[in-house]
């Protein structure tokens, strides 16, 4: 019956077809892409309700039905055709295989649930690889951030930090070894204003370059800290102004916070010229140095750069509450003004610094030209 004589064994016609009696007639069907047979009396009808049903009951994804829609990558699908209902897959190129044509539509509906049930729940173990993966590597490297927006002109970039889902802004800075990133945290709210206003934006960086909103990072640096170069301010160019200046609010008294700014500026190597009632005056070079300067080479001597640079800065007080008070600090009369009003408002961002170290919160305005007498500055060099 196998097909080869066992020795001493005879095995005639009769006794063959006694043994195959005996054996209950089977023999093996040959292979084919179309399945005839029906389902079994017992068994339940699939229908193609049963289908949809079971699509939406158990969530499932990644069918087409009937072409409901073009062919994609990725899918188990079913069809009507001249034989019968096809149940196919497609591969990651969208291609069609693994076709087999049913004339039985239960047992096609089944064959068609059975793929899809195992296709998404090999997709779902994916994902499951997947995001055990994201959460090691997240792990092993700390932080993670993923930039939305990056501004390459003005050197800033927008994004989120994926671990804790937090907004932030970041720019390059250097140290003598290495140069690497700062991450400042921002609110959904802030994220909004600067990603939709640049002018905003570079001049909430540039104060994040200052240090003023150091309480904001997201790492705190070493001590081989690195600096960024500050962009050009945002807004109308201070140095085409004629009196530049910040108003500051500030959280501690007049008589503490104006001695602070003061002293910022004479540690600059301003002299204090006068000072009446709530204004401060000092002033930047001398009348003998800037006549020198005419004559002398004074530009190539490091020296004597700044012997030819002068300047007045006027500091007001204009209004005083308890524990806080508001104070306007303003430049003008800049000589060579390409230096000295970039020296001016470094000297002015270094102010701001010292009070916030001393534990003043201070809110400043963006640079402005004086409003009740702007004017056009006379050229002095």
């Known amino acids: 019956m196998y097909g080869f ?28 892409s179309t399945v005839e047979a029906g389902p079994k009396a017992s068994a339940p009808v699939t229908t193609v309700d049963d289908v949809r049903e079971a699509i939406r009951n158990e969530g499932l994804t990644g069918q087409n039905l009937f072409d409901d829609h073009g062919i994609r990558e990725d899918e188990v699908g079913i069809r009507r055709t001249p034989h019968g209902l096809l149940v196919f897959t497609t591969d990651e190129r969208a291609a069609s295989c693994n076709e087999q044509t049913f004339s039985d539509e239960s047992a096609a509906y089944d064959e068609f649930l059975a793929r899809l049930r195992a296709g998404n729940r090999l997709a779902a173990a994916r994902q499951a690889a997947r995001t055990l993966e994201r959460e090691q590597r997240l792990a092993s490297a700390g932080n993670m951030y993923r930039d ?58 540039n104060e994040c370059r200052k240090h003023w909103h150091d ?11 690195g600096t960024a170069d500050v962009q050009e301010y945002a807004g109308e160019d201070p140095r085409t102004m004629a009196a530049p200046g910040r108003t500051l609010n500030i959280s501690l008294p007049a008589e503490v916070a104006v001695p602070l700014i003061t002293d910022t500026f004479r540690a ?15 002033t930047y070079g001398s009348g003998t140095r ?33 524990g806080g008070c508001v104070v ?3 430049g003008n009369r800049f000589a060579a003004a390409g230096s000295t009003v970039d020296f001016y408002l470094t000297t002015l961002d270094a102010a701001v610094t010292a009070l916030r170290a001393a534990g003043a919160g201070v809110a400043a305005e963006q640079v402005t030209d ?10 002095r060099g």
């Open 5 to 32: 004589a066992t020795p001493g064994l005879n095995v005639t016609p009769e006794g063959e077809a006694a043994a195959r009696q005996r054996g209950g007639g089977r023999r093996s069907a040959p292979r084919s």
């Open 148 to 205: 939305e927006f990056t501004s390459i002109p003005d050197r800033y970039s927008l994004g989120v930090e994926e671990r804790s889902g937090r907004r932030y802004v970041s720019f390059p800075v250097s140290n003598s070894a290495a140069d690497y990133n700062e991450y400042y945290a921002v609110t959904d709210d802030q994220y909004g204003q600067v990603l939709a206003d640049p002018v905003a934006a570079v001049a909430f960086v």
């Open 215 to 225: 309480d904001l990072l997201m790492q705190k640096p070493g001590w081989n800290r």
């Open 268 to 282: 600059a190597g301003l002299r204090r010229t006068n000072t009446t009632g709530a204004t401060v005056a000092l």
């Open 290 to 322: 800037e006549w020198l300067s005419t004559i002398l080479p004074t530009e190539i001597i490091p020296g004597m750069r700044r012997w030819s640079w002068s300047f007045r800065v006027v500091i007001s007080v204009l209004d005083e509450r308890p």
């Open 328 to 330: 306007r600090v303003e």
């Open 370 to 379: 004086r409003q009740d007498k702007r004017q056009q500055r006379p050229s």
